[in-house]
Antibody, heavy 117, light 108 residues
Framework: EVELLESGGGLLQPGGSLRLSCAAS????????MSWVRQAPGKGLEWVSV????????SYADSVKGRFTVFRDNFRNTLYLQVNSLRVGDTAVYYC??????????WGRGTLVTVSS | EIVLTQSPGTLSLSPGGRATLSCRAS???????LAWYQHKPGQAPRLLIY???SRATGIPDRFSGSGSGTDFTLTISSLDPEDFAVYYC?????????FGQGTKVEVK
């Protein structure tokens, strides 16, 4: 079964850092670009970042550029998001998603990041 | 950057009813770059439609997509109780992805 499982969320203070993980199974991970998408409480979906299949190219939403870093380990079939300089506005459920020709065809259930003082 | 505006914000319908959801782009986009998702609380979002009108694997044929240019539509021909959820349109272009703000389909 194709599956994505996020982990690593938690409660942090503003300015803190965290590393989110997304474990992939059931498909050939190294063949796909992967993205992070988030949903703030009561808000809609917001794309955050993408990494191509080999990890050599990445892209970010302006709202996280310079603070978040996406990377992957194709041997461990795992996607990561390093989040630094956290803000209250970064509070959200973070989803990883498999990207295929511009659409997100497989999603995880998400991990909650709460930033509060 | 393309901005997607969905309407209405909330659609109140009864099971068996027909749902028509709109997604308007701030400028003309290729239909091949337009998708629709269903999202229920506590669950993973689910891809419904890609390329404006192609159903994803396993999606029932009561879901259909249409449109071109700046105006796109998701239609649910006869609402099943499991279809009450939030629906998002999404565009991809120039290594950027944008979502509409969502339409909630709720039980009347």
């Amino acid at each position: 079964e194709v599956e994505l499982l996020e982990s690593g969320g938690g409660l942090l203070q503003p300015g803190g850092s965290l590393r989110l993980s997304c474990a992939a199974s059931g498909f050939t991970f190294k063949n796909y670009a992967m993205s992070w998408v988030r949903q703030a409480p009561g808000k809609g979906l917001e794309w955050v970042s993408v990494t191509v299949n080999n990890g050599r190219t990445t892209s970010y939403a302006d709202s996280v550029k310079g603070r978040f870093t996406v990377f992957r380990d194709n041997f461990r079939n795992t996607l990561y998001l390093q989040v630094n300089s956290l803000r209250v506005g970064d509070t959200a459920v973070y989803y990883c998603a498999r990207e295929f020709y511009g659409v997100f065809d497989i999603w995880g259930r998400g991990t909650l990041v709460t930033v509060s003082s | 950057e393309i901005v997607l505006t969905q309407s209405p914000g909330t659609l109140s319908l009864s099971p068996g009813g027909r749902a028509t959801l709109s997604c308007r782009a701030s400028q003309s986009v290729s239909g091949s770059s337009l998708a629709w998702y269903q999202h229920k609380p506590g669950q993973a979002p689910r891809l419904l439609i890609y390329g404006a009108f192609s159903r994803a694997t396993g999606i029932p044929d009561r879901f259909s997509g249409s449109g071109s240019g700046t105006d796109f539509t998701l239609t649910i021909s006869s609402l099943d109780p499991e279809d009450f959820a939030v629906y998002y349109c999404q565009h991809f272009g120039n290594s950027l992805w944008t979502f509409g703000q969502g339409t909630k389909v709720e039980v009347k």
